[in-house]
């Protein structure tokens, strides 16, 4: 299927995907079946983006650390925290566990986990003097990176009593997260994803951020496809089996509208200053249907 020949084995060499086994018992309907979808116009993934089970272990082996991280944070938060002190408990606990929390000094980014509270979407700098407040909404997305594999997940967090709006907010954005994950089937689109959240999102009121979105994910942070999170059913990247991405919604109570912290050039607020949250899984496109790598 591919333009370089050296990735096309005959039926008997090893496949391209690194599992061992002959081309005509691994990839070859696979690859014959993408082909059919590229002639036909559609848009599908190269071989560099399908993983194989190695790079699934390895990626689930990432998500383990995730996610005791995030419970500790879990464990932790609460009003009079600060969030520079989330981010310390996180990093020694990602480093503790042989693995490197990715953000810190990605593009410069200067702490090594993103946390962002209340109008504040995403990328918000962890910070001594941001002291959490009772009736906070907050975000805390997390990446690792173990033997080479990034992990990316991220939770919200309801400080103390917060109001029905954002508890409201909170709620839906994970029900647009589990409806987007749902959506996935392989030989489908990144498209549909878009479309189950945007239905969900639009039906309580609010929108979807579509500066930002979700991305494949692997041996490196941000790969194809880009997932935007209020796409169309049935357009873009077509899904197969072995590809890996995050499902990370940002719901706004407002507007979708967002702008860039001039200050840090990192933190992404609400335009209109409404309510923000987020949910990311990452998951990987199975045979059958979708399996959650790092929640
Ligand atoms: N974890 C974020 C994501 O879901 C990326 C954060 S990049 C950083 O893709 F530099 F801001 F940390
Ligand atoms: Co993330
Ligand atoms: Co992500």
């Known amino acids: 299927m591919s333009s370089c020949p050296s990735d096309q084995p005959g039926r008997n060499d090893p496949c391209w995907c690194g599992s061992g086994l002959k081309y005509k018992k691994c990839h070859l309907s696979f690859d014959e079946r993408l082909e059919e979808l590229r002639l ?36 932790h938060i609460a009003p009079g925290v600060t969030t520079g002190e989330l981010d310390r408990l996180a990093c ?22 993103c946390i962002s509270v209340n109008n504040e979407v995403c990328h918000g700098i962890p910070d001594d003097g941001r002291v959490l407040q009772e009736g906070d909404i907050v975000n ?49 689109t ?47 990247m077509v899904l197969v089996p072995g590809m890996v991405l995050t499902v990370e919604p940002m719901i706004n109570a407002g507007g979708s509208d967002v ?9 992404i607020y609400t335009e209109d200053g409404s309510l923000s949250a987020q949910w990311e899984h990452t998951v990987a496109v199975t045979e059958t249907g979708v399996e959650i790598l790092a929640r």
């Open 40 to 75: 036909a116009g559609r848009q599908v993934p190269p071989h560099s983006l399908i993983k194989n089970a190695g790079d699934l272990a390895g990626i689930r082996a990432s998500a383990r650390i995730n996610a005791g991280a995030l419970d500790l944070v879990a464990r």
């Open 92 to 113: 020694t606990y990602i480093t503790d566990h042989h693995a490197v929390p990715a953000c810190l000094n990605y593009n410069g980014f200067p702490k090594g986990i």
């Open 140 to 188: 805390v997305d997390c990446t690792t990176i173990l033997g080479g594999y990034f992990a990316d997940a991220s939770r919200m967090f309801c400080i103390g009593r917060v109001s029905q709006q954002a508890q409201q907010l909170v709620d839906v954005t994970l029900e647009c997260m589990r409806l987007g994950i749902e959506a996935i089937r392989p030989w489908g």
């Open 190 to 236: 990144v498209g549909d994803i878009g479309e189950a959240v945007n239905r969900c999102a639009r039906e309580h009121g609010y929108s979807v951020v579509t500066a930002l979105g979700g991305h494949g994910v692997g041996k490196a942070f941000h790969e194809e496809p880009f997932v935007n999170h209020a796409a169309k059913g049935g357009t873009g």
């Open 259 to 267: 702008y860039v912290d001039e200050d840090n050039g990192w933190t």
